[in-house]
């Protein structure tokens, strides 16, 4: 039986959540997470056994990234980043609302136009919009790119 969600309940954090790591020589300019295969750098998806070793040890410890939130009154068409999990790889949009339909506001929160389009472009139809899980805008989006490449 694989241990690995013990190991990230251990370490209070969830499978797939991205996070940074810290330890004595300071934080670690890589993303990380956690899967059922081990500890691995989000941007090169390699693997980091040592390191997990590490943290069970408590020679590192997580520094927790914030939630995927964004204001309640973005204005449709601000540009944001979305994706469907922490797994893949985030995707440019124009925000569109917050998703009405009961079961999708747990799921997928937020709808945006869909193929690079806008309220303009898309003259207001919404089924030009795609239901997604993790939204943050675009300053949200580049501070974190700014972060990993320092």
Known sequence: ????????????????????????????SS????????????????PFEDLLVMLI????RILKLPR?????????DAKVWVRHSEKHVWEA????????????????PYRCWSN????????GILVATMAWKYCITDEEYQKRQGADNE
């Open 1 to 28: 039986m694989n241990k690995m969600p013990e190991v990230a309940k251990m370490l209070g954090v969830e499978l797939e959540e991205e996070f940074k790591v810290t330890s004595i020589v300071g934080e670690m």
């Open 93 to 108: 949009r124009h925000f569109c609302e917050f998703n009405k339909k009961e079961e999708y506001k747990e799921e997928r």
């Open 31 to 46: 993303t990380f997470s956690l899967s059922e295969h081990g500890l691995h750098s989000v941007e090169t998806t390699t």
């Open 116 to 123: 690079g389009n806008t309220s303009f472009s898309s003259h």
């Open 57 to 60: 040890k408590g020679d590192a």
């Open 68 to 76: 995927y939130t964004i204001p309640e009154d973005l204005p449709v």
